[in-house]
Nanobody, 122 residues
Framework: QVQLVESGGGLVQAGGSLRLSCAAS????????MGWFRQAPGKEREFVAG????????RYADSVKGRFTISRENAKNTVYLQMNSLKPEDTADYYC???????????????WGQGTQVTVSS
């Protein structure tokens, strides 16, 4: 069992930056693939970024490549999402998730946080 708590969301102007954090409980954090997803009002939840257990493999949605960076600190049971050059279309609730496979599909992740809201103003 893993419990996930996101933080770091907020309101930012276009072009600005935010860093999201996701703190995990449990001693098995380092064995999980971690992912960040987002969901805008009226839209389906979509993959943003994922990272394998060691941090050696990362994947990104095309829409965020070159702007967002996912990383993890297993000693702190924490995964991060550094978001730079934010755009209004990045506005959404952002969720971290833990799973066994580095997948773009939300159904591949067994554990989810409650989400943190990111609003990018133009």
């Amino acid at each position: 069992q893993v419990q996930l708590v996101e933080s770091g969301g907020g309101l930012v102007q276009a072009g600005g930056s935010l860093r999201l954090s996701c703190a995990a409980s449990g001693r098995t954090f380092s064995s999980y693939v971690m992912g960040w997803f987002r969901q805008a009002p009226g839209k389906e939840r979509e993959f943003v970024a994922g990272i394998n257990w060691s941090g050696s493999i990362t994947r990104y949605a095309d829409s965020v490549k070159g702007r967002f960076t996912i990383s993890r600190e297993n000693a702190k049971n924490t995964v991060y999402l550094q978001m730079n050059s934010l755009k209004p279309e990045d506005t959404a609730d952002y969720y971290c998730a833990a799973g066994a496979l580095l997948s773009l599909r939300p159904t591949a992740y067994a554990y989810w946080g409650q989400g943190t809201q990111v609003t990018v103003s133009s």
